[in-house]
């Protein structure tokens, strides 16, 4: 997987979101979608999806859009880089400073095990 370094801002979330939906999409259809959902322009959409290419989470072959970066890798990703930035890496740290202020339940508690067991094989 590779690594993205950019995060989205909220109107290319939207966007992205748009595409992760509904790709494959011919890029006349992203047109039509981004008129609708975001009420833009087809320049305006050519030039977001030219960026996004660049940066590497979808691509344009012969007016197909196609996901290079999944949503779920995308946020796997920032989620990494979350933790890298704001503790050192530390995911231990993180565990403490969010159940510092909020209770897990008893359903999270087993969904985290759960995760650490299947971390361990």
Same mark, same amino acid.
């Given at each position: 997987?590779?690594?993205?370094?950019?995060?989205?801002?909220?109107?290319?979330?939207?966007?992205?979101?748009?595409?992760?939906?509904?790709?494959? *999409?011919?890029?006349?259809? *992203?047109?039509?979608?981004?008129?609708?959902?975001?009420?833009?322009?087809?320049?305006?959409?050519?030039?977001?999806?030219?960026? *996004?290419?660049?940066?590497?989470?979808?691509?344009?072959?012969?007016? @197909?859009?196609?996901?290079?970066? @999944?949503?779920?890798?995308?946020?796997?990703?920032?989620?990494?880089?979350?933790?890298?930035?704001?503790?050192?890496?530390?995911?231990?740290?993180?565990?403490?400073?969010? @159940?510092?202020?909020?209770?897990?339940?008893?359903?999270?508690?087993?969904?985290?095990?759960?995760?650490?067991?299947?971390?361990?094989?």
């Amino acid at each position: 997987m590779k690594k993205i370094t950019y995060k989205l801002g909220e109107v290319e979330s939207r966007f992205a979101d748009i595409v992760w939906e509904n790709a494959p *999409l011919r890029s006349r259809e *992203l047109v039509e979608r981004c008129e609708e959902a975001l009420n833009w322009k087809k320049s305006t959409t050519y030039t977001v999806l030219k960026k *996004l290419c660049v940066r590497g989470f979808f691509e344009n072959v012969k007016g @197909t859009v196609q996901v290079v970066t @999944t949503k779920a890798e995308y946020e796997a990703m920032q989620s990494e880089q979350f933790v890298e930035e704001n503790f050192h890496g530390s995911l231990p740290a993180f565990v403490a400073a969010f @159940t510092a202020r909020k209770s897990l339940s008893q359903k999270e508690i087993d969904e985290i095990r759960k995760m650490i067991d299947t971390a361990e094989e």
